[in-house]
């Protein structure tokens, strides 16, 4: 009696219940530890009624980028600044400004919120590392531009070292509503190198604040999941039921036409039994002497959305020995130098799967990885040959339960008997969503 009732409470939704909201709640990155955006302002001139800044967003994230539509960046004025003039970038509203008369400011507002440019703003609008639509690259995918600026001119301010008061309460939105930006503190002023390296520039004052992500506040559900399969085995894993939520009547579209109809271009996401916008595929293709192979396939579950520039980070023993890699480019993330087993994916350019385009017959990339086995490790026992932790664009995507995965054809359990294998499973699984 007892024991069953056991059973009951260790079936998979619960589980997977328990597992999503231990992984949700780690709130840094496990593979990239400092990730953060910093933004320093240099102040670089000194004017009538205050100064002119240098704003800079750096994107110190190796796999997390800021897609389409850009970010938005606001804070609150100390006092009753205003902005005379942005180049490179725009406020969003004007806000009240009738106590001026001939010098009409940019934005009056006591909460600015600035956005970037598109590209093709006129030349003199531009500024350097401006004008990208507000989409910043991951560090690890494109260092050129994991850089966002914009010049600022500020009145209505003190105008020294020692008057000016500097901005508060920053916020840093875009599509991903999970940035906490820092207080602002006054640091070292930054340095240029001018005069073809010869002359050091250094800004008349700088401050900085650092921005950090967690995918809780992104998100009250996850965003993507893991299904699985083999050549050994002819059953495919699935995504866990309602990995992202379950289906209903309102939160999903069962093909694109009913959906024109009724949405026009908003995302929408296809029906599916885990309702994630994105899968991530893995499949254990082949098995040679020396190597063997996977193939990995993403697939987009939203209509109306592309992902552009997606980023993938699998956690594999095996990825210290990549032989080769199709399609997409494979960069190692060395967290620690003995442990290599963890790696970033993104597509190629050239190759246009950089786009992952939006549900259906198209909405898919995909690579194959060929593998150098250790022999000492190399099993396809377990579910050995699967990984560890996925994530796509940064956020951590919902596994199948270990008891679950493809299993070997002659490795056929009894059902009654695998209850204290199920628990032992379960338990090294919860454990290691807290490692
Ligand atoms: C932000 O990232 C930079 C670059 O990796 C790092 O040097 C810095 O320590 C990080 N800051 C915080 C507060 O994590
Ligand atoms: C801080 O910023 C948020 C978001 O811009 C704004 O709603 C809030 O009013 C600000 N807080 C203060 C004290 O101004
Ligand atoms: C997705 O990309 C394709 C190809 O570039 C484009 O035709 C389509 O309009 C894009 N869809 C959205 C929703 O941006
Ligand atoms: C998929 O791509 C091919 C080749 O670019 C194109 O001919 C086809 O219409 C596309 N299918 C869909 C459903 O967009």
């Given at each position: 009696m007892v024991s069953s009732r056991f059973r009951l409470t260790l079936r998979p939704e619960v589980i997977m219940y328990i597992l999503c909201s231990c992984t949700v709640v780690v709130a840094y990155d496990l593979f990239d530890p400092t990730a953060n955006i910093t933004i320093t302002w240099d102040v670089v001139s000194w004017t009538r009624d205050g100064y002119v800044a240098v704003v800079k967003m750096n994107n110190y994230q190796m796999y997390r980028q800021i897609m389409s539509p850009g970010w938005t960046l606001g804070w609150t004025w100390s006092k009753k600044e205003i902005i005379w003039s942005i180049v490179g970038a725009q406020a969003t509203d004007q806000g009240e400004c009738k106590e001026f008369q001939n010098d009409i400011p940019h934005s009056c507002e006591k909460n600015p919120r600035i956005i970037d440019m598109h590209p093709g703003t006129p030349y003199n609008q531009q500024f350097a590392n401006c004008c990208k639509g507000g989409v910043v690259s991951s560090l690890g995918q494109d260092l050129e531009n994991s850089l966002s600026a914009f010049q600022i001119s500020v009145g209505n301010s003190g105008n020294t070292y020692r008057t000016v008061s500097l901005p508060k309460n920053f916020s840093l939105f875009g599509p991903n509503q999970g940035y906490t930006c820092s207080p602002v503190s006054v640091v070292p002023s930054s340095v240029s190198l001018t005069s073809g390296g010869r002359r050091k520039n250094r800004a008349l004052m700088t401050w900085k604040l650092v921005c950090s992500y967690s995918q809780l506040l992104a998100s009250d559900t996850p965003t993507c999941c893991v299904s699985m399969s083999s050549f050994y085995n002819s059953e495919i894993t699935p995504c866990p039921s309602c990995a992202c939520g379950c289906m209903n009547n309102?939160?999903?579209?069962?093909?694109k036409s009913t959906l024109q109809q009724m949405e026009g271009t908003t995302p929408v996401k296809q029906c599916t039994?885990?309702?994630?916008p994105i899968r991530v595929h893995w499949h254990v293709k082949k098995n040679y002497k020396t190597y063997w192979r996977v193939r990995i396939t993403i697939t987009n579950f939203y209509y109306n959305f592309n992902y552009t520039k997606w980023t993938l980070v699998a956690q594999h023993p095996n990825l210290n020995n990549v032989a080769k890699v199709s399609n997409f480019i494979y960069k190692p993330l060395l967290l620690y130098e003995h442990i290599n087993d963890t790696g970033m994916f993104y597509g190629v350019k050239k190759l246009e799967n950089d786009l992952l385009l939006d549900a259906g017959s198209n909405g898919s990339v995909h690579s194959e990885i060929i593998l150098k086995k250790d022999r000492k490790m190399f099993t396809l026992?377990?579910?050995?040959?699967?990984?560890?932790r996925i994530y796509f664009n940064g956020d951590e995507c919902i596994m199948p339960l270990p008891v679950s995965y493809p299993s070997l054809p002659n490795s056929v359990l009894p059902n009654l008997d695998i209850k204290p294998v199920v628990i032992i499973q379960v338990l090294v699984a919860i454990l290691y969503q807290f490692l």
């Open positions: 309102k939160n999903c579209a069962l093909i039994q885990h309702m994630c026992k377990h579910g050995w040959a699967f990984p560890r």
